[in-house]
């Protein structure tokens, strides 16, 4: 089966731990013909930059193709509209039998669409992540980009499609209050990870543990991301640096914008007990979730979360209606940053806790986000 992602809003980035990565390793992996076609953008050290126009194959099987958007005005209306006119021909030249779209907010939600009206037996299936909490954020965002531009070229795209994915609740409200999305064409998918083995697990926790020189009793603690004010990342070290407890540490991944920089960096160097370890590719950081006793994300969402809960470690994040499907006896919720210090107190006076919700983890994870069946999913 040809299955095509098209990324055209995502900078696709090699060996990152995103939803595009996972799901055209996985259905490569299942013996799919796979292509993603990205616009021209990419990470490097946690910062987009622009890339060349470029065909490859990467290094799990898939090919990646990298078109870049037409010049509309300027290139920040370029990176808005994301009109690609050789979009529609190199569709025609794959030919895929199932084409995932990952974002509908953008010009080319149309063509795809046109490939589906002229080959009506292929699956076209669209994938949002957008909510209020990371888009529509201004009025011109709101009303001009979504309720206007992105909303007419979805109204008429939308019946083409077979199903319309959202990661999260909120993201379901977004479609709906924005763009009319029927109920009846929405449908779930999380964001998942790899589930590793408890074996594994076991031997990444030594690796990195022996690395950084964390002994295999001490609480270890992990945030990471690009750690921005939404991140809560000032009030996690915060509430960390008054705990007494010299057995417990916390690892920082990632970059910090320039205001949490200037706001972290003395609690940092003052507490031998953190370390910041930079930016990390998906390999690396998967090996530190592993080695760790507690993810935290008690701000802005990351697919991170996810991606801890499949190594067997359990979260503390938000109380917020997009968590309710991760709570599951493996996660500490909260209401506010306050409560931080009071659950790490917990944990300090009582580490056995972390076992049952580590077991805890792995039973939703492997219900709920593992990605070999998330990517079986797209193949129905």
Known sequence: MKILHICLASAFTE????????????????GHDVTIISDCYKYENGR??????????LEDGTRLIRLKYDKVLNDFVSSKVRKVTNLYNVILKIKPDVIMLHNLSGWETISVARYKKNNPKIKLYGDSHTDRNNSGSNWFSLYILHKFFYKSIIKRAIKYFDKIFYISFEAKDFLQENYNIPE????????GGTVISETTKKTYRKEKREELGIPQNDILL????KMDRKKRTYEIIENFSRLQNKNIKLILIGVFSDDVESKVS????????????????SDALI?????????????????????????GTPVLFENVRSHEPYMAGNAFVINS??????????ISNNPAVLKSMSENAYDLARKLLDYKKLAERITK
């Open 184 to 191: 009846n064409l929405l449908e779930f998918y999380p964001l």
């Open 337 to 346: 940053c306050s409560e931080i210090e009071s659950v790490l107190e917990r």
């Open 222 to 225: 992990c945030h990471s991301g």
């Open 15 to 30: 060996r990152m731990t995103y939803q595009e990565n996972f799901l055209s390793t996985e259905n490569t992996k299942a």
């Open 48 to 57: 987009k930059i622009p890339t060349d126009p470029e065909e490859k194959i």
């Open 287 to 311: 090996k530190y979730l592993a080695a760790s006793d507690l993810y935290l994300q008690p701000g802005s969402q990351s697919a991170t979360m996810q991606n801890a809960l499949c190594t």
């Open 266 to 281: 003395h609690l940092i160097e003052k507490d031998s007990r953190i370390k910041y370890l930079g930016w990390q590719n």
